[in-house]
């Protein structure tokens, strides 16, 4: 039973350039979830997709978008890159219920210079 | 004001040693409470779910006290593979969770 997958693992962009982050929801899973992680610092929580629609977002800006595919997978986009956009960037899966426990991946750690 | 706070360490202690971490959450609307543990430059893994009643899991054991919007964690007989970072999660009705700093801890031989 595959957990929950991103990719790539690492990546480097210059700023302004814009990327794309995948996920694939550990199985039997309907709801993802993306956090972004700065060093030495909690995750904080940009948005969340169910049956493909954006459920819940967080205070993060425009440029941050997403998408969820029919098979439940996911994308991060993140446009006109930022060096404060470098960070860990998490995908969590889980059910859509409140006391539904989060798995994450392995998380992309984007550097922006 | 963070919407969970922790006091982010280092907590130092040797091998066997009782260790509590503390957290506060500001949003008296979250719906569930969680611990969870992350390694240096891994992906955060539940430890375990907190409850108004307490509970339990081997050497852990986690406590909810709604009224003071406060959680906490307590570790007994400490193994140098407890060190990690702990974090204090708060989620709302929607499974949105919100993070604590984290509290790192380091157990010594």
């Known amino acids: 039973d595959a957990g929950v997958t991103q990719s790539p693992t690492h990546l480097i962009k210059t700023r302004g350039q814009q990327v794309t982050l995948r996920c694939s929801p550990k199985?039997?899973?309907?709801?993802v979830s993306w956090y972004q992680q700065a060093l030495g610092q909690g995750p904080q929580f940009i948005f969340q997709?169910?049956?493909?629609?954006?459920?819940q977002r967080g205070n993060f800006p425009d440029r941050f978008s997403g998408h969820q595919f029919p098979n439940y997978s996911s994308e991060l986009n993140v446009n006109a890159l930022l060096l404060g956009d470098s960070a860990l960037y998490l995908c969590a899966s889980s059910l859509p219920r409140s006391d539904s426990p989060l798995h994450f991946g392995n998380g992309t750690r984007l550097t922006v210079t | 004001r963070k919407e969970v706070e922790q006091d982010p360490g280092p907590f130092n202690v040797p091998e066997g040693a009782t260790v509590a971490f503390n957290c506060t959450y500001s949003n008296s609307a979250s719906q569930s409470f969680f611990w969870y543990r992350q390694d240096c430059r891994k992906e955060p893994k539940l430890l375990m779910s907190v409850y108004s009643s307490g509970n339990e899991d081997g050497r852990f054991t986690a406590q909810l006290n709604r009224a003071s919007q406060y959680i906490s964690l307590l570790i007994r007989d400490s193994k140098l593979s407890d060190s990690a970072t702990y974090l204090c999660?708060?989620?709302?009705?929607?499974?949105?969770?919100?993070f604590g700093g984290g509290t790192r801890l380091m157990v010594k031989p």
């Open positions: 997709y169910y049956e493909e629609e954006e459920r």
């Open positions: 999660v708060a989620a709302n009705a929607g499974n949105m969770l919100t």
């Open positions: 199985s039997g899973h309907d709801t």
